[in-house]
């Protein structure tokens, strides 16, 4: 009971902080037009072979919305295979940001115009909100790592960075986002792998073609949910946890778990094993580079904000775990550790598209018979709301007057035999498909073996007829690219 009430609540919050499909696909737009640019005939840079690859949240699909409208930030490695022998740092650096200057647009855009201490940051003059950090890398000679015991295939995309403050020194300092990467689908590979196969089977493709941050699994969930704890607790405190810190140890805590709500549960209780202390040190080891410490640069400040985040984190689980505790009581944990309207997020559980959650202690009586039927399908795709959906509903029959109600006003009890149109209004853009979900209830309708809860492609507009006695359902789901977006409230047809 307790897990089924967790589990809708923290699909909710996801649907509130998740980046849709689309912002991922922008920023690979806007990545990969630099790193053309940067490698085009007539570039500096051209003869080097230029590759640019996402880094960061966005290349581990574990980016969240921003809070109070700051920008989405990306990050992306300008790799040159074949750098120039003799090339310092700087010399790599001021290259690149020579060719982004080239550009009519990108040199309005940098912002510091200079440079920053390790990247280029282009700041995109529009409504979506991108900034893009642009961080010149060479290859590094990745052999080293095999003696600290770093696996071949993360080893081999060691690369080497670009940074103003060791100019000087002829050691460049050492990174390997793309290395990080392949450890974390690793973490995850059995889910991920599940994921990806789903979609390929709801989009007809194959698993190759179904772009990676497409796929959703447990692990990258609950990284999102954590790092929205700590944006909620601290805001803009530059002492805040930083984001490889919180994803290192979910990700070490995470043993493939195939439930949102266990998973959530048991890296909320298993992250604190994996911070190590040595002899009054902290210790979070990269995993990918077991020289590197992430806590390394730990002061008093930023120590204490960990460990204030992660006693945090540590009891808001067992607030939202412990025996009997109600839907409401979850909802307004959720309110205070994430910033979750406890009311909308109560609501948005019991009208969810999920099979009513069974057991539930507090507003079950409520709750449409409808719901709570056992033949009400779960949705057939991975679900990640980032539009809206709505349904208006208008029965009529000759010699009857229209009824007009929503998934927002239920109708009065209709009579028998009305014929009922369905209109769908969503604000997600084309190409896109609409699946809907009637579920009848009833001796009328389980006489005639019509009971449904299964999901029907069609239109924006449905149509229907108030065959039955009893209590149904209909609900609209908007599917893009394997994955359901948006979802209108259920709408309730009562026939007498």
């Known amino acids: 009971m307790v897990a089924a009430q967790l589990k809708g609540l923290l699909e909710q919050l996801l649907a509130d902080i998740d980046v849709a499909d689309g912002k991922y696909r922008e920023a690979s737009e806007r990545y990969n037009s630099v790193g053309e640019w940067l490698g085009a005939e007539g570039s500096v840079l051209a003869p080097f072979g230029v590759r640019i690859s996402p880094q960061g949240s966005f290349a581990l699909g574990t980016a969240i919305k921003p809070i109070e409208g700051d920008d989405y930030d990306v990050d992306a490695v300008c790799l040159l295979a074949r750098p120039p022998a003799g090339w310092t740092q700087e010399q790599l650096k001021e290259a690149v940001?020579?060719?982004?200057?080239?550009?009519?647009?990108?040199?309005?855009?940098?912002?510091?115009?200079?440079?920053?201490?390790?990247?280029?940051?282009?700041?995109?003059?529009?409504?979506?909100?991108?900034?893009?950090?642009?961080?010149?890398?060479?290859?590094?000679?990745?052999?080293?790592?095999?003696?600290?015991?770093?696996?071949?295939?993360?080893?081999?995309?060691?690369?080497?960075?670009?940074?103003?403050?060791?100019?000087?020194?002829?050691?460049?300092?050492?990174?390997?986002?793309?290395?990080?990467l392949r450890w974390f689908v690793d973490q995850m590979r059995t889910r991920f792998d599940e994921a990806r196969k789903r979609l390929a089977m709801a989009k007809r493709a194959e698993v190759h073609e179904v772009p990676e941050y497409e796929a959703r699994t447990p692990l990258q969930r609950v990284v999102q949910i954590l790092k929205r704890q700590r944006d909620v607790m601290f805001g803009d405190d530059p002492n805040k946890p930083i984001s490889i810190i919180i994803t290192t140890l979910a990700a070490k805590a995470y043993d493939n778990e195939s439930d949102l709500e266990l998973a959530f549960r048991n890296i909320a209780r298993g992250m604190r094993a994996h911070v190590q202390n040595d002899g009054g040190k902290y210790v979070i080891l990269n995993p990918v580079n077991p020289l590197e410490n992430f806590a390394d640069r730990w002061d008093a400040t930023r120590q204490a904000r960990f460990f204030e985040w992660l006693e945090a984190v540590e009891e808001t689980e067992r607030a939202l775990s412990a025996p009997g505790v109600t839907l409401k009581q979850q909802a307004d944990v959720l309110a205070e550790s994430f910033g979750l309207g406890g009311a909308r997020a109560v609501e948005s559980v019991l009208l969810s598209s999920a099979p009513a959650i069974p057991g539930l202690t507090e507003a079950a009586?409520?709750?449409?018979?409808?719901?709570?039927?056992?033949?009400?399908?779960?949705?057939?795709?991975?679900?990640?709301?980032?539009?809206?959906?709505?349904?208006?509903?208008?029965?009529?029959?000759?010699?009857?007057?229209?009824?007009?109600?929503?998934?927002?006003?239920?109708?009065?009890?209709?009579?028998?035999?009305?014929?009922?149109?369905?209109?769908?209004?969503?604000?997600?853009?084309?190409?896109?498909?609409?699946?809907?979900?009637?579920?009848?209830?009833?001796?009328?309708?389980?006489?005639?073996?019509?009971?449904?809860?299964?999901?029907?492609?069609?239109?924006?507009?449905?149509?229907?007829?108030?065959?039955y006695k009893g209590k149904h359902s209909i609900q609209a789901f908007v599917v893009r690219n394997g994955r359901c977006v948006a979802q209108s409230r259920p709408v309730f047809v009562i026939v007498k």
């Open 365 to 467: 009586a409520n709750l449409p018979d409808v719901l709570r039927a056992r033949h009400r399908k779960q949705p057939e795709w991975p679900v990640a709301l980032s539009n809206r959906a709505s349904v208006a509903a208008k029965a009529s029959r000759t010699g009857f007057r229209t009824v007009r109600f929503s998934d927002r006003a239920p109708s009065s009890p209709l009579a028998k035999e009305l014929n009922i149109r369905f209109e769908l209004t969503t604000d997600v853009l084309p190409p896109f498909d609409v699946y809907w979900q009637v579920t009848n209830t009833g001796t009328e309708a389980q006489s005639m073996n019509d009971l449904r809860g299964s999901f029907t492609r069609g239109d924006l507009v449905h149509h229907e007829t108030a065959r």
């Open 97 to 180: 940001g020579d060719r982004l200057r080239q550009h009519g647009k990108y040199k309005t855009m940098l912002r510091p115009p200079e440079g920053g201490r390790r990247c280029w940051t282009i700041k995109y003059a529009d409504e979506s909100r991108f900034h893009l950090d642009v961080l010149p890398a060479k290859p590094d000679q990745w052999q080293w790592l095999l003696g600290y015991g770093v696996l071949e295939k993360y080893a081999e995309l060691a690369i080497q960075i670009t940074c103003r403050d060791s100019y000087d020194d002829p050691v460049w300092p050492k990174s390997n986002p793309g290395g990080y």
